[in-house]
């Protein structure tokens, strides 16, 4: 499992006075009810379940296809594109960069284009099916081109970027936002293009590779090639990857853990070439986590074997409520072994060390076993102040890995 | 006894004196109340409407360092240039797009458009970045943000709705709903949601909506009106130039800290200011009558103190506390009530400044530090006025327990004192006068007349007070009349007040009139056809050549117009065909060859605003833009020549001086060939036609044409209207504050006369005791103070006359630049002259009513005054 937190459901605990209002805005105006002009059941009862239902849901079975599964899905509620590295300058520094486009929809996609068409009486926007989302989606592109008159600044959906680069000593971060917008912010096919003003993905092809990453920041900046030729990695059961024990929640989920970079980094006005591997990771849901869930802690690993290790932990709202455990365990020739359940025998975690960060207080070191795999690892943080004070804080950083296994990758912690 | 029970004891002696007559403190604590109640109130509104320009923000966002604005000449910009700007890192911008939309009944409004998802997020950034300095108002903006119920996803999907600060929303939608055209079909009304938000906000009259609705209801599809960025200005500057970002579709602007509007805005607060301290020496001089009338009463009190032994300098520290208490007591009390008049006051010049300069005001705040600047000048103010006087009462002799203080021999002198001062500073400023080149200055001399003028007043009424005893027949008249000076003495001070509150109000009123008739002849000629129009640009040839072809028709008028700045003043470069310049411009001055020299380019018009605020004569050369631009390229090929050696031969000079009233920013005029010679846009900005018949019927054919709407022509009358409504909101916050003092004296004349008529029971009783019926010495009584208040109205008719001169031919002028023939308004004279009488016929007749009803043989045992 990877990255954001539902948006609407947690994390607003330690949230700061900004990102509370960015929260509330993205629920407030999502579940809010419906104007008393149309008063239904469904307005009544107006919680976040009920406008919920109307966006897309994912469900087991769905066959995933590329380049079409690279692109957004602004019927799910949320997505992200999501990439982070592990490289060495010239001079044998370790560093670590973060690449995140998040898209959030503001609203159901349906019901938004149903509202701005009653206009127009476009017969489709009542049609049912345009509430199944794959229809929905070639019906929303075929709106927008056919209907010449609809503004490019008319959208449901915002963005969301992070970007972090982090060394021993330092760890900077820093954050985008815009409203969905052909020239601002999306993701687009021919070529695949993922951009947030001049923060961009930019590939050479219809597929993620190859391809350029840039990102500019008062700060920093870095510019990297990207190359992969191994396939894709389809998280959970082929890429339906499930958040709960009981499956109530889930997301598509697929994964690149064995990318190429190189390229330039940028800090305090000097520019340095750097080398190293990448792991992207691609996610999409209308809901990541059940009320009783309270965060989570993900690793993304490569093992000096060449494999490599996807592994989360869901934790409980209280200590009473049990951790829902995931991993997989992956090859560069695209096979892989899952292992999950919530039985600690089968994934073990265990937090060694606590920083006070100025953004909250999070456990930098972990003990990981996994006994199926002979895996029994000591997990540190390069830089255990790697919390991102962004609108929604967490911990974000490179990590180096020992034990049975040395290698290095990334940690993720949220809901602390 | 040490010294500190000294002043105890005399403290809680004055202490038991105010609880027997509370009347006496209370006159005084009236004064400083209302003195300061009206500094306060027009100061917290002026203070504010400086905040409001120089921390101006975007609508519901934040400040901007840098605006990218349209090429001059153009309305709009590209949003591809927004797009570039974004694309290369510069995230921190703001596309906003605004222009007037119409509603079914015809009526514009000014629609804003922006981004609002960026708006928001750019205030919530710069929230967090203050958040260190906890930034209280920041924070209370920001709980307001997002407690308000904006629906930022219908906004942004296009949705529509409005937003508006709640108060406008009450008043234009208070249903929720709000109407307005389809520009594409005129017919359908598009239906549009309101949502009022807090006022704190600062919405002010702003209709604000997400860009993808605006460009639609303003019917500019890709278009923005500029864009705002954030950042640092220089490096921002930098970036944008080094990559070419704008790529000649656009301009930088920097933003200048609000400058720009203090400087058009500053004449007016000027203004405002002068008022507020006319009212606040008003005020005082209430304070002052009250601190007299107290001190007259306490005479025998203090001499006893002394003679008990007190020391002289102890009496004196005791009276000085005594005055510093009440000036702080009244301060807060007129803190508190100038606050309330300030949020009275402020929708009005809110009103005013948004119409008339365009500049937002922001939510109200106050300064702890305004209570403590009232309060240190009343309190200085106020030593200055009383120390003399407790000098005076301090030095006594102390065998005297005699209570004539005001004798009037005593008087007379002072008055003879007073009025040389008066005259000698009349006589100075009449000299200074003709020299003062700035309104700054002006007004200064004027601040020394309106000082003068009341200190005239006790010797000229005791003067003719006298010559009129003479007249009268002897007996009760005569000693009526004789009596009457007498009164002069303590009713001075509520005189002086009262002729200062008249004096300003006819100068006002001369002021206010005059300008009136003038903009009303100056808008005759001014505006020489009946319909006037601005299209689209695409549109304005056809509509010339529909107006062609209409027989009714009898002129077409074009005009061209680009903004430029002439050293940092926003001026409108214009062009006419010749006969329209000629007809609609009233020309101050001009040279004798004028029209032959505009016509070949060598001679302009500029208006009077301009030559007036930088001292241009006829015959200067003038600069700007589009002229040095237009000029160093055609002066290319004749480089053999020194250009060096007379570098202002090519520039043209001034031909013309017309009058040009009301417009903050200034206007040159230059022929068309001229307009065309030196490259600029060739598309009139806005054509205007004489029409032969009913103008509406014209409007109806344009209309039907489909070229332009209802919103995109004015007629004549329309301009007119709109042109005197304006002018009339300008002065509307001096009158109040005009009234206000007129208010604040008549309550002076009040208190003085209440005061006055408990002094003279002796006399009256004397009177009684000798025959007089309680009638007789009430008409008497009434018909004395009455003589004064007539006699004062005299004095205040040339008073106020040379005022209102001096507010038209200097400050006026000056400050704003424009030349107004002043017009005496005798009917205005006769009604302030009964509103005094009728206000001060019930500033006498109550107290007097009160005082005479006592049986008033009592009173002869009082002792006298």
């Known amino acids: 499992m990877k990255r954001l937190p539902d948006i609407s459901l947690t994390v607003i605990n330690n949230a700061q006075r900004a990102s509370i209002f960015m929260i509330a805005l993205v629920t407030l105006s999502a579940c809010q009810p419906e104007p008393a002009s149309s008063i239904s059941m469904g307005g009544i009862l107006g919680d976040s379940s009920s406008q919920l239902n109307q966006y897309a849901t994912v469900t087991p079975g769905y066959q995933l296809s590329f380049p079409a599964d690279h692109l957004s899905h602004d019927d799910f509620r949320q997505e992200w594109w999501y990439l982070t590295a592990n490289m060495q300058t010239e001079s044998g520094e370790q560093l670590g960069i973060q690449w995140t486009q998040f898209r959030i929809a503001l609203a159901p996609e349906a019901a938004q284009s149903a509202i701005s068409d009653l206009d127009a009486a476009n017969p489709n926007a009542l049609n049912p099916d345009a509430l199944n989302p794959e229809v929905l989606n070639s019906e929303a592109l075929n709106l927008d081109s056919s209907n010449s008159e609809a503004s490019n600044w008319a959208t449901s959906q915002i963005y969301m970027s992070h970007a972090a680069l982090t060394s021993s000593v330092a760890h900077q971060a820093a954050e985008k936002w815009s409203r969905g917008h052909p020239e601002l912010a999306n993701v687009s096919a021919k070529p695949f293009t993922a951009k947030l003003d001049d923060w961009q993905w930019l590939s050479g092809s219809d597929g993620l590779f190859p391809a350029t990453l840039s990102v500019a920041t008062n700060e920093f900046s870095y510019q990297l090639s990207l190359t992969s030729h191994a396939p894709m990695q389809l998280q959970g059961d082929k890429g339906y990857s499930i958040k709960s024990a009981d499956a109530a929640v889930a997301s598509y989920y697929y994964s690149q853990p064995f990318i190429d970079l190189s390229g330039t980094v940028t800090r305090n006005g000097k520019q340095e070439a750097v080398t190293g591997k990448a792991w992207l990771d691609r996610e999409w849901s209308s809901q990541f986590l059940t009320k009783a869930q309270q965060g989570w802690d993900w690793f993304s690993i490569r093992l000096d074997d060449e494999s490599a290790l996807m592994l989360f932990q869901l934790r409980g709202a209280n200590k009473d409520l049990p951790a829902f455990y995931s991993a997989r365990r992956m090859f560069a020739d695209g096979t892989g072994r899952n292992i999950s359940g919530d039985s600690s025998e089968l994934i073990a975690m265990t937090a060694l060390q606590w920083q006070q960060t100025a953004s909250g207080r999070y456990p930098v070191s972990w003990q990981l076993r996994i006994p199926s795999e002979q895996i029994d690892v000591t997990v540190s943080a390069l830089n255990p102040n790697s919390n991102m004070p962004l609108s929604i804080p967490y911990w974000e950083g490179p990590i180096e890995v020992s034990g049975s296994h040395n290698g290095n990758g990334y940690m993720e912690l949220t809901g602390y | 006894m040490s010294s500190l029970a000294e002043i105890r004891l005399s403290l809680n002696v004055f202490l038991a004196h105010y609880k027997h007559a509370p009347l006496q403190a209370g006159a005084i604590l009236l004064g400083i109340i209302l003195a300061v109640t009206l500094l306060i109130g027009v100061k917290s509104t002026n203070e504010n409407a400086v905040r409001s320009y120089s921390e101006a923000t975007e609508l519901l966002s934040q400040r901007a360092s840098l605006l990218i604005t349209p090429n001059p000449g153009e309305r709009y910009l590209t949003e591809e240039v927004y797009f570039r700007l974004r694309q290369s890192g510069i995230s921190n911008a703001l596309a906003i797009v605004s222009g007037l939309a119409v509603d079914p009944e015809g009526r514009r409004w000014q629609v804003q458009g922006s981004d609002l998802f960026a708006a928001i997020n750019l205030q919530t950034t710069q929230a967090t970045v203050n958040e260190s300095i906890t930034n209280d108002e920041n924070t209370r903006q920001q709980n307001n943000l997002v407690n308000s119920d904006i629906p930022i996803a219908k906004l942004l999907a296009a949705e529509n709705i409005l937003l508006m600060s709640q108060s406008l929303a009450n008043k234009v939608a208070p249903n929720g709903e709000f109407y307005l055209q389809d520009p594409i079909d005129k017919q359908k009304p598009i239906k549009l949601e309101v949502i009022g938000l807090d006022d704190e906000l600062g919405l002010g009259n702003a209709i604000v909506a997400d860009i993808s609705l605006a460009q639609r209801l303003l019917n500019q599809p890709q278009q923005l009106s500029y864009i705002a960025l954030f950042d640092d200005p220089e490096s921002l500057i930098n970036q944008i130039t080094q990559r070419n970002l704008l790529q000649q579709q656009a301009n930088i602007t920097e933003q200048d800290q609000g400058q720009a509007l203090q400087e058009l805005t500053r004449s007016f607060h000027l203004n405002l200011n002068a008022m507020s301290m006319l009212a606040f020496v008003v005020g005082l001089f209430i304070a002052y009558n009250g601190v007299r009338y107290s001190l007259m009463k306490r005479q025998k009190l203090l001499v006893q103190l002394l003679q008990l032994g007190i020391q002289k300098n102890h009496l004196m520290i005791a009276l000085i506390c005594e005055l510093t208490l009440l000036v702080l007591i009244g301060s807060i009390i007129g803190f508190i009530l100038g606050l309330q008049l300030s949020l009275w006051l402020q929708p009005m010049v809110a009103m005013t400044l948004e119409q008339l300069y365009g500049a937002r005001l922001m939510p109200g705040s106050w300064q702890w530090q305004w209570l403590v600047q009232a309060m240190l000048l009343t309190l200085f103010a106020g030593l200055l006025a009383c120390l003399p006087l407790y000098r005076q009462l301090t030095n006594q002799p102390l065998a005297r327990i005699s209570t004539k203080i005001g004798q009037v021999s005593h008087l007379i002198r002072t008055h003879r004192i007073q009025f040389t001062i008066a005259i000698s500073s009349l006589a100075c400023c009449a000299i200074a006068f003709p020299f003062a080149k700035q309104y700054q200055v002006s007004l200064g001399l004027m601040g020394v007349v309106i000082i003068a003028i009341p200190l005239l007043l006790p010797l000229t009424i005791y003067k003719i007070s006298q010559w009129l005893a003479r007249l009268c027949p002897a007996g009760i008249w005569h000693y009526m009349i004789a009596e009457t000076k007498e009164l002069i003495g303590p009713l001075s001070l509520a005189m002086m007040a009262m002729l200062l509150a008249l004096t300003a109000n006819i100068s006002m009123n001369t002021l206010v009139g005059s300008f009136e008739v003038t903009l009303k002849t100056w808008l005759e000629s001014r505006l020489h056809a009946d319909l006037y129009m601005r299209p689209a640009s695409d549109k304005i040839l056809d509509i010339n050549d529909f107006l062609d072809q209409n027989d009714k028709v009898t002129g077409i008028y074009n005009q061209w117009t680009i903004n430029s700045t002439y050293q940092n003043m926003p001026i409108e470069l214009v062009s006419r065909d010749l006969y329209s310049t000629k007809v609609t411009s009233s020309l101050k001055a001009q040279t004798n060859d004028l029209w032959s020299e505009f016509q070949s380019g060598n001679q302009i018009l500029i208006s009077e605003p301009i030559a007036i605020k930088y001292g241009l004569n006829l015959g200067d050369s003038f600069s700007i833009a589009p002229f040095t631009k237009a000029l160093s390229i055609t002066s290319q090929p004749i480089t053999s020549q020194p250009i060096s050696s007379q570098p ?167 400050a704003f630049g424009w030349s107004i023939a002043m017009l005496w308004d005798w009917h205005a004279y006769i009604r302030v002259v009964v509103i005094a009488l009728t206000t001060s016929a019930v500033a006498i007749a109550i107290p007097l009513y009160w005082q005479t009803r006592k049986p008033l043989i009592n009173s002869l045992q009082q002792e006298a005054l």
């Open chain 2, 648 to 814: 202002n031969s090519l520039l043209p000079t001034i031909g013309g001086i017309f009058f040009d009233y009301g417009n903050p920013k200034g206007q040159v005029v230059i022929d068309q060939l001229f307009w065309q010679n030196i490259g600029l846009p060739k598309k009139p900005k806005s054509i205007a036609a004489s029409y032969q018949g009913d103008v509406t019927e014209l409007e109806q054919l344009l209309v039907d044409t489909k070229l332009i709407g209802t919103a995109q022509m004015y007629n004549q009358a329309k301009i007119k209207q709109q042109a005197i409504a304006m002018f009339k909101q300008t002065f509307s916050i001096t009158m109040v504050l005009n009234s206000l003092t007129l208010i604040v004296a008549a309550i002076g004349l009040f208190s003085a006369c209440l005061m006055l008529t408990q002094a003279r029971q002796a006399p009256l009783a004397k009177l009684y005791a000798l025959g007089l019926s309680k009638g007789q010495l009430r008409l008497m009584t009434f018909v004395q103070m009455q003589l004064i208040v007539l006699l004062t109205c005299l004095v205040a008719l040339p008073t106020g006359a040379i005022l209102g001169y001096l507010l038209i031919n200097k400050v006026t002028l000056q």
